[in-house]
């Protein structure tokens, strides 16, 4: 039986989601495929209501950072705001048929329109399902296929909306394209949340923007950030010795009790981000486990597990790996 996912409903939170194509296949890698999924992860989050702060489309999955608001913004939203964001995916005909619906007289019909939309605003669960369900007819369609396109359902880690734990994970995101070889710098790919706000694009350059916090500017924000993504220096050079470091030097260097750079690090694939179910500090995954108790054995004493391998500060997960950290 499979664990239940962790949510936190009653207050705004973000998740890493992973979601991976069937048998591993390769079936994003055109850039027709990438661009119709990029078009519509932006489009579907306006719909649901979420905020993508950063995201990374790969040709066998797609990584996606989003922070849901708290459940109760969504319960107030005004007739005006659900029927914009029906035209937004929907497009118009379809708008004006919920627009029909929520002006009705009777209050059970109207109640039924309200809680049709309203079940689909602010959850990721949902938002994912929207998703992968809007590509996954658009793919068929277009390569006369059919059948499942996307693995099982898809992962993800619950992450605390904090500054250093948002731009940590945000950077391990948008440095998927360095880690597969494909560019030196995230921002020659224009698949990512990273260089799509390079390239100017103001959702991108929004949601980049408040990984530190939501009165931040893209101006205040960038400069910490590249910080992050490429260490103290404000540019990558890839010609540079000891900028680069692959997975099994990595792993030899922390079986010899070593640490890896926190920007080397970020350049390997590390488990944690994405099979630790729930990270931040160490204060907020404590917090956690004491108020889901019942998630646990009961011989489990405590929450936090400290993250290996090279200098993460205070950040913790709450799940044992059971595999090498660095992937």
Same mark, same amino acid.
């Given at each position: 039986?499979?664990?239940?996912?962790?949510?936190?409903?009653?207050?705004?939170?973000?998740?890493?989601?992973?979601? #991976?194509i069937?048998?591993?296949?390769?079936? @994003?890698e055109? $850039? =027709?495929? &990438?661009? *119709? %999924?990029?078009?519509?992860?932006?489009?579907?989050?306006?719909?649901?209501?979420?905020?993508?702060?950063?995201?990374?489309?790969?040709?066998?999955?797609?990584?996606?950072?989003?922070?849901?608001?708290?459940?109760?913004n969504?319960?107030?939203?005004?007739?005006?705001?659900?029927?914009?964001?029906?035209r937004?995916?929907?497009?118009?005909?379809?708008?004006?048929?919920?627009?029909?619906?929520?002006?009705?007289?009777?209050?059970?019909?109207?109640s039924?329109?309200?809680?049709?939309?309203?079940?689909?605003?602010?959850?990721?669960?949902?938002?994912?399902?929207?998703?992968?369900?809007?590509?996954?007819?658009?793919?068929? #369609?277009?390569?006369?296929?059919t059948?499942? @396109?996307?693995? $099982? =359902?898809? &992962?993800? *880690? %619950?992450?605390?909306?904090d500054?250093?734990?948002?731009?940590?994970?945000?950077?391990?995101?948008?440095?998927?394209?360095?880690?597969?070889?494909?560019?030196?710098?995230?921002?020659?790919?224009r698949?990512?949340?990273?260089?799509?706000?390079?390239?100017?694009?103001?959702?991108?350059?929004r949601?980049?923007?408040?990984?530190?916090?939501?009165?931040?500017?893209?101006?205040?924000?960038?400069?910490?950030?590249?910080?992050?993504?490429?260490?103290?220096?404000?540019?990558?050079?890839?010609?540079?010795?000891?900028?680069?470091?692959?997975?099994?030097?990595?792993?030899?260097?922390?079986?010899?009790?070593?640490?890896?750079? #926190?920007?080397?690090?970020?350049?390997?694939?590390?488990?944690?981000?994405t099979?630790?179910? *729930? %990270?931040?500090?160490?204060?907020?995954?404590?917090n956690?486990?004491?108020?889901?108790?019942?998630?646990?054995?009961?011989?489990?004493?405590?929450?936090?597990?400290?993250?290996q391998?090279s200098?993460?500060?205070?950040?913790?997960?709450?799940?044992?790996?059971?595999?090498?950290?660095?992937?």
């Amino acid at each position: 039986m499979r664990q239940p996912r962790i949510k936190i409903d009653r207050a705004p939170a973000v998740y890493h989601c992973i979601s #991976r194509i069937v048998g591993a296949a390769f079936l @994003l890698e055109g $850039e =027709r495929e &990438k661009e *119709v %999924l990029r078009n519509q992860i932006w489009k579907v989050a306006d719909f649901c209501g979420v905020e993508v702060l950063t995201y990374c489309i790969m040709s066998n999955h797609v990584h996606i950072l989003v922070r849901t608001p708290h459940e109760g913004n969504a319960k107030a939203l005004p007739d005006k705001e659900l029927i914009r964001r029906v035209r937004r995916i929907y497009g118009k005909d379809k708008a004006e048929v919920f627009a029909i619906g929520l002006k009705e007289q009777d209050p059970d019909v109207r109640s039924r329109f309200r809680a049709n939309l309203l079940s689909r605003m602010g959850d990721v669960s949902q938002f994912m399902k929207e998703l992968k369900q809007r590509f996954s007819i658009w793919y068929n #369609r277009s390569h006369r296929r059919t059948g499942t @396109l996307w693995a $099982e =359902r898809f &992962k993800s *880690v %619950l992450v605390q909306d904090d500054p250093f734990a948002l731009m940590t994970m945000a950077a391990y995101i948008d440095l998927n394209p360095v880690r597969a070889g494909i560019v030196d710098d995230p921002s020659k790919y224009r698949f990512c949340g990273y260089a799509e706000a390079m390239g100017g694009f103001r959702p991108a350059r929004r949601g980049i923007a408040r990984l530190m916090s939501k009165r931040s500017s893209w101006e205040s924000s960038v400069s910490r950030y590249r910080q992050i993504v490429f260490g103290k220096g404000q540019s990558y050079d890839a010609s540079k010795p000891g900028r680069e470091i692959d997975a099994v030097k990595a792993k030899e260097i922390m079986n010899t009790g070593g640490k890896v750079s #926190r920007e080397e690090a970020l350049r390997c694939r590390v488990r944690y981000f994405t099979d630790g179910a *729930v %990270l931040g500090s160490k204060e907020y995954v404590q917090n956690f486990f004491e108020e889901n108790l019942d998630r646990f054995g009961a011989k489990r004493r405590d929450g936090p597990r400290p993250l290996q391998g090279s200098d993460w500060e205070d950040l913790a997960c709450i799940r044992d790996l059971r595999k090498e950290v660095f992937g």
